[in-house]
T-cell receptor, first 113, second 110 residues
Framework: GAGVSQTPSNKVTEKGKYVELRCDPI?????LYWYRQSLGQGPEFLIY????????DSGLPNDRFFAVRPEGSVSTLKIQRTERGDSAVYLC???????????FGPGTRLTVL | TQLLEQSPQFLSIQEGENLTVYCNSS?????LQWYRQEPGEGPVLLVT?????EVKKLKRLTFQFGDARKDSSLHITAAQPGDTGLYLC??????????FGQGTRLTINP
């Protein structure tokens, strides 16, 4: 596909469960970002990957959140022991290194019951 | 405290009217971006402004960066229903992360 894809598009889970959210960036984009968007708010930065490594994870709210990008392409955001406050749309974006344009995927809407 | 304050938070107007939305801060930025986000989609970059006082036009949309590079405005002329969406301003902080305002939710009624 030409754009950033995210799966699943919707995820409903119960409090305390573990979830994984997947992001497929645009081919050739070495920079990948995760953001979280709560209802009525702008997206908030979570983590930035340059290649396989997390260059900036300062936005991860606590140690229940973890993200990986083992081969420098697909990334997975992992949330342990989910809480109701984790309910939000999780957005992924990718970009070419050295450019200011980030291309966003459609997001995964996470609902924690 | 938000780094970027957007106003108004909500705006609903009739097709054909003009409107202006604002993005304000007490900080100085080297550049500022505007995005539009439609329901069920991610934000899409509309424009990047980099020079104080800069004006950029995108069809019926006019973007201005303040002289002091602390604020920006988006003016839409003769609004169309297709302009409906969430308009977000953002700045790049640190290496590459975007910091967004809370957005202006715009509804254009036919």
């Amino acid at each position: 596909g030409a754009g950033v894809s995210q799966t699943p598009s919707n995820k409903v889970t119960e409090k305390g469960k573990y979830v994984e959210l997947r992001c497929d960036p645009i081919s050739g984009h070495t920079a990948l970002y995760w953001y979280r968007q709560s209802l009525g708010q702008g997206p908030e930065f979570l983590i930035y990957f340059q290649g396989t490594g997390a260059a900036d994870d300062s936005g991860l709210p606590n140690d229940r959140f973890f993200a990986v990008r083992p081969e420098g392409s697909v990334s997975t955001l992992k949330i342990q022991r989910t809480e109701r406050g984790d309910s939000a749309v999780y957005l992924c974006a990718s970009s070419l290194v050295g450019t200011d344009t980030q291309y966003f995927g459609p997001g995964t809407r996470l609902t924690v019951l | 405290t938000q780094l970027l304050e957007q106003s108004p938070q909500f705006l609903s107007i009739q097709e054909g009217e003009n409107l202006t939305v604002y993005c304000n801060s007490s900080s100085v930025f080297s550049s500022l971006q505007w995005y539009r986000q439609e329901p069920g989609e991610g934000p899409v970059l509309l424009v990047t402004v980099v020079t104080g006082g800069e004006v950029k036009k995108l069809k019926r949309l006019t973007f201005q960066f303040g002289d002091a590079r602390k604020d920006s405005s988006l003016h839409i002329t003769a609004a169309q229903p297709g302009d409906t969406g969430l308009y977000l301003c953002a700045v790049i902080q640190g290496a590459q992360k975007l910091v967004f305002g809370q957005g202006t939710r715009l509804t254009i009624n036919p």
